[in-house]
């Protein structure tokens, strides 16, 4: 197993539900993506994960905002991917590899912060039905940390009315990885410890 597999997955109150009875404006449709996002503290959620070859993972993803998440892949994937918070970590158990960069540095960054820009980074995408509002964000002056498209549907009661369908990562190579989530729960209690990680790599004893 090598990172490179899995890279394209980086290369993100209670309010009253709405149910638009009309189409919405672009800037309608963003704001309620944004009322949406504020609204959720924490999330909990099964994954698939299909890359561009067809090649399809699943997991348990836990989210807590600001800069937290969790994606625990099936049993024989020994792979873990973290963000505490200031960084995000992918450790590979098989290989003994760790690998860190800056959240700001991935395409996740607007899934995991709500203070996100969505105004200035993110655009609405045409969808063929007014219940679906596709989202996509990027930085203009950094295509390195690539492109998230993320897809939120309606749903009565579900915080500002929708739920996270799930993305598309797009890297700056334009290699793709959709996410899918299914099983979604909404501001619950989640662990303290869900976003620490065990270190495989060998300790250096001093000689």
């Given at each position: ?29 963003m ?21 561009r070859?067809?090649g ?6 836990l ?129 303290k ?15």
């Amino acid at each position: 197993m090598t990172f490179s597999k899995f890279a394209l997955l980086f290369a993100p109150v209670a309010l009253v539900a709405t149910t638009p009875s009309i189409a919405q404006s672009s800037s309608e449709q963003m704001a309620r993506v944004v009322q949406h996002m504020k609204a959720v503290a924490t999330m909990s959620a099964t994954f698939s994960q299909t890359d561009r070859s067809g090649g399809t993972l699943t997991g348990k993803l836990l989210l807590k905002r600001p800069g937290q998440v969790r994606f625990e892949y099936q049993k024989d994937v020994p792979l873990l991917i973290v963000a505490d918070g200031r960084a995000l970590t992918m450790v590979d158990y098989e290989v003994k590899q760790v690998q860190r960069w800056p959240i700001r540095n991935s395409p996740l960054a607007a899934l995991l912060d709500p203070g996100q820009d969505l105004a200035r980074f993110g655009k609405i995408l045409p969808t063929s039905t007014k219940e679906v509002i596709s989202v996509e964000v990027r930085d203009p002056n950094r295509p390195e940390y690539g492109t998230i498209t993320m897809i939120f549907v309606d749903k009565p009661g579900a915080p500002g009315g929708l739920t996270l369908n799930g993305w598309v990562a797009l890297d700056s190579k334009n290699n793709r990885t959709t996410i899918r989530l299914n099983n979604i729960t909404y501001n619950g209690a989640i662990a303290k410890n869900a976003f620490t990680w065990k270190d495989p790599r060998p300790v250096r004893r001093k000689s």
